[in-house]
């Protein structure tokens, strides 16, 4: 299975990203997907899950202005972040789990400027 993670960025303050996590490969089901970030200096820590059956888990960071959704057709996943900060800035990673099975995909950057 790999992660193909897209849609960070450069954004200012207050503004709007969308990211997109495709999975290939043997998928199996059901299944978690769900968005990690990692500051600098910080360690990694959950931003959103959601599982096949709809299902959503947020991470206290984000409540209110980030939203998971994932498309099980097309196997994707994605994050709307809204209104946001610098302290939003980090790498986000996809994953995918179920079971006994972990992937991780390589992370794209946000940066939010002030």
């Known amino acids: 299975v790999q992660l193909q993670a897209s849609g960070g960025g450069l954004v200012q303050a207050g503004g709007s990203l969308r990211l997109s996590c495709a999975a290939s490969g043997s998928i199996f089901s059901p299944n978690t997907m769900g968005w990690y970030r990692q500051a600098p200096g910080k360690q990694r820590e959950l931003v959103a899950a959601?599982?096949?059956?709809?299902?959503?888990d947020y991470g206290d960071s984000g409540k209110g202005r980030l939203t998971i959704s994932r498309d099980n057709a097309k196997n994707t996943v994605y994050l709307q972040m809204i209104s946001l900060k610098p302290e939003d800035t980090a790498v986000y990673y996809c994953r995918l789990w179920g079971g006994f099975v972990n992937y991780w995909g390589k992370g794209t950057q946000v940066t939010v400027s002030s």
């Open positions: 959601i599982n096949s059956g709809g299902s959503t």
